[in-house]
Nanobody, 122 residues
């Protein structure tokens, strides 16, 4: 089975920085899109950033210029560098990966990590 392990969430002051990491493991044939989502209490889960296998990136308007997504294909890992953090960035951040596996047949599915809490407060 595929597992996503997230790390890097913490309490930081406004203007501070964090780097989130997510490593995928298991019976992975190929990882297509990887991304980060976040969800604050009482709000819908929203896409923060995504990155394709060709390193094409996409960002939510609210984080453009502040966050940077990257991936290490050899380690099946995606990162989210977060700079100039604001209180409104406070949320649980979830790693997502669209992964092709092989169990009798090739299958493609989305996998989610457990989430890591990011709190931005003075």
């Amino acid at each position: 089975q595929v597992q996503l392990v997230e790390s890097g969430g913490d309490l930081v002051q406004p203007g501070g920085s964090l780097r989130l990491s997510c490593a995928a493991s298991g019976s992975i044939f190929r990882i297509n899109v990887m991304g980060w989502y976040r969800q604050a209490p009482g709000k819908q889960r929203e896409l923060v950033a995504s990155i394709t296998g060709d390193s094409s990136t996409n960002y939510a308007d609210s984080v453009k210029g502040r966050f940077t997504i990257s991936r290490d294909n050899a380690r099946n890992t995606v990162y989210l560098q977060m700079n100039s953090l604001k209180p409104e960035d406070t949320a649980v951040y979830y790693c997502n990966a669209r992964i092709i596996t092989y169990v009798v047949l090739f299958r493609e599915n989305d996998y989610w990590g457990q989430g890591t809490q990011v709190t931005v407060s003075s």
